[in-house]
Structures are given as C-alpha cells and as structure tokens.
C-alpha cells in the first residue's frame, strides 16, 4: 500500500530526517550516522518517505543521495489551504443565513 | 466582508489534526441550530457553487445524518456523520465517514469536535478534526474541486498569507 503523507510526517525520526536532507543531500549510511541508528532502521524509515514522494533518490556512482522534495510538501501545503478556503466560503455564507434569520425575527 | 470576526484555520501536520475557529455575529442558540438543524446546515454546509442536501438527520447521541454534497451537474458525495456526544448548546462529537448512496460507510472516518460560546451577543465556534490518514482528509475535499476556479485568485492570496 502507498505510505500516507500523515503516517510519514507523523514520526519524530523522520521529521528529523526531512529537517537534516533539506539542508543537505544524504546517503543512507550518512543518515545511519548522525542519527546513531541501524542501517535497516534508517531503510525502513526511507522506504516510507519515499513511497510518498517527499524524498528523491538520486545515484552518484556507487551512492545513491536521498534529496528532500519541497514540491510533494508543498502540494500538501496547497491542498489545506483549499481545504481552509472553502470553510472561509462556507462561513461567509452562513453569516448571511444568520443575519436573514434575525431580520426575520424582528 | 466580515473582517471584525474572527477566523483561525490551523493544522497541525503531527498530530494529524485540523483547528478551525470562527466567530458569529448572532447568539449562541441560533449559531447551535444552524450546526445541528438540517434545513439550516443545507443552506449553507457546502461551499457555493456545490450545495449540501439532507436525506435524513436524527441529532441525538447514537443518531446519524445522511447527506451529500451536490455539484453544479448534479454528481452527489455521499456521507455520513453519527453523532457520538451531545451537550446542548454547548458542545457536540461526531464521527465523519463518506458512504454510497445507500448509505455504506467507507471507513476510517474522521472525528470532529465542535464547541460553541457566546459574549456580548458573538458566538465563537471551535472545531477540532482529527483524521488517522491524510488521504482520507484529502478526501474531504474530493467533493469541493468545482468550484475551486472561480477562488483561484483568492487562494493566491491566502498562499501568500500563509507562506
């Protein structure tokens, strides 16, 4: 199943690895070692950030450098600020509904 | 348009939970129907140019209302919300879930918690949404897509606030 942008942001560890990547292009053994952890526990941790595009492997030689993808973060970024723009719609037109019902009323 | 009342939308990516604030120029009683009230919630629950239909709505712990969202060329989005707590005026709890139309849950949902109070005639209104997957938040908005052209211009301008 596709990893879910929720579930991988969600993860302190990866968080800390999207903070360190942004900064600077990482191989995973590079990772293993600033974060003090296995190797199989840093690939788990970028399986899941890959699967939902929010790191990019790229080969240089025999290493493969996982960058950070502002763009996956920044679709997610665009799709709650429609998500808030529609209840902004949704409130002016209950402001209108109320201020109908009030005249009503008088 | 209504510049003094207060409007928060904020999200909290880690905890996978959506705050929304908004204040009302009306007294609390009338702010709860609009909420809890199925001929109200149509007239203004879905963002122009969709439109929010009711097929049924029973508001009391346990019940549940079963509703659509209707676009422009008449294509529904059916769900269902059931109501899992309830303090008049005050507060309620529901849990959010997009159906068929014969009422068929797709589940997980998401839960939404709303509170409501009132000073000097304003009515504030807290709405907390928690959603186990983005994806399914995602789909919250599945319904919404047409209209969205028309506020392109004005979700430029909310992408520069925010940024």
Known sequence: MKQDIFQAIADPTRRAI??????QALTPNAMAEKFDMTRQAVSK?????????L???EPSGREIYYHFNAKKMQEFDHWLAQFRQNWETQFNQLDQLLTTIKEQKQ | MNNDLLFDFNVDKTAKTVYITREFN????????????????DQWGAPAPMRAKTKYMNFEVGGRRFYA??????????????????????????YNAFADKDENRELPGSEWDYNFSEQNGITKVHITIYNESFERLEKLLEGFKIGFAMTLKNLEDLLASLS
Do not use: Y
Not at chain 1, 18 to 23: G, V
Not at chain 1, 45 to 53: A, D, G, M, S
Not at chain 2, 69 to 94: C, H, L, Y
């Open chain 2, 26 to 41: 009306a007294g609390q009683s009338l702010v709860w129907d609009a909420f809890t009230k199925a001929e109200l919630l």
């Open chain 1, 18 to 23: 999207l903070t360190l990547i942004a900064i």
């Open chain 1, 55 to 57: 790191i990019k492997p």
């Open chain 2, 69 to 94: 969202m209707v676009s422009p060329d008449g294509q529904e989005r059916w769900a269902v919300q059931e109501f899992t707590s309830i303090t008049p005026k005050t507060n309620f709890k529901m």
């Open chain 1, 45 to 53: 941790h970028i399986k899941v950030l890959h699967e939902c595009e």
